[in-house]
């Protein structure tokens, strides 16, 4: 039944996640438990901080214990008062992937810039389509607020029943943008979110181009291969 296969997979991800605190575990199955813990630890944060701006997390391994850290645009509100809400995603955390005591600690980060985070604007946009609002409004809406955080160009994808029943696509964009080669491994901060509505599912898509940035704080340190620099002459 239903309610079985969902109890064997709770415990194979216990299993998995337990074993991802053990030593001698080989290469293989610590790439594996990693990558789990990582996808259900984002899945269960995003769910739980949509609200609260969740814009991706950071986990820091040491031998003392391993550090998470939330970054959200409003992180007080992650914090909660005197600090009880980020408390009790400690505790769930702890007990859900078997932490000793003190063995996993939270911190939340705030967003500097959350015009060039995609995985905030998409939330924005899921909002703002939930609430009624209307396509067009809301996307153009998210691109002038991006393209006016200094982003060098965005994207966004609507895509499902948006208006009928018949389905389709519609796309938004400004400014410059690269889809293809390396250059969007690195410059290219792009989301994928899903939005339930009453006349079925919208598929949103949010991509944003960084700028360059030498200090790294708005976008990558290194420039884009097609930049072409010319000295100047040297005097012999």
Same mark, same amino acid.
């Given at each position: ?19 991802? =605190?053990?030593?001698? /575990?080989?290469?293989? #199955? ?6 789990? *813990?990582?996808? +259900?630890? !984002? ?85 703002? =389509?939930?609430?009624? /609002?209307?396509?067009? #409004? ?6 002038? *607020?991006?393209? +006016?955080? !200094? ?86």
């Amino acid at each position: 039944s239903k309610a079985t296969v969902s109890v064997l997979n709770c415990l194979i991800l216990n299993k998995t996640s337990n074993m991802a =605190l053990r030593a001698n /575990l080989s290469k293989k #199955r610590k790439f594996v438990a990693d990558g789990v *813990f990582n996808c +259900e630890l !984002n899945e269960f944060l995003r769910r739980e901080l949509a609200e609260d701006g969740f814009s991706g997390l950071e986990v820091r391994v040491t031998p003392q214990r391993t550090e998470i850290i939330i970054k959200a645009t409003r992180s007080n509100d992650v914090l909660g008062k005197q600090g009880r809400r980020i408390r009790e995603l400690t505790s769930v955390v702890q007990k859900r992937f078997g932490f000793p005591e003190g063995g996993v600690e939270l911190f939340a980060e705030r967003v500097a810039n959350r015009g060039l985070s995609a995985i905030a604007q998409a939330e924005s946009l899921r909002y703002k =389509l939930v609430q009624g /609002l209307p396509v067009r #409004r809301a996307c153009y809406g998210v691109i002038k *607020f991006v393209m +006016e955080s !200094n982003a060098k160009g965005v994207e966004l994808i609507v895509a499902g029943k948006i208006r009928g029943q018949r389905a389709k696509a519609m796309k938004f964009k400004d400014g410059y943008m690269k889809c293809s080669g390396d250059v969007p491994w690195d410059f290219v901060s792009s989301c994928t979110r899903h939005v339930y509505m009453r006349q079925g599912v919208l598929g949103l898509k949010v991509k944003i181009m960084l700028e360059h940035d030498p200090s790294g704080q708005r976008g990558p340190t290194k420039q884009q291969p097609d930049i072409v620099t010319i000295q100047e002459p040297k005097d012999l």
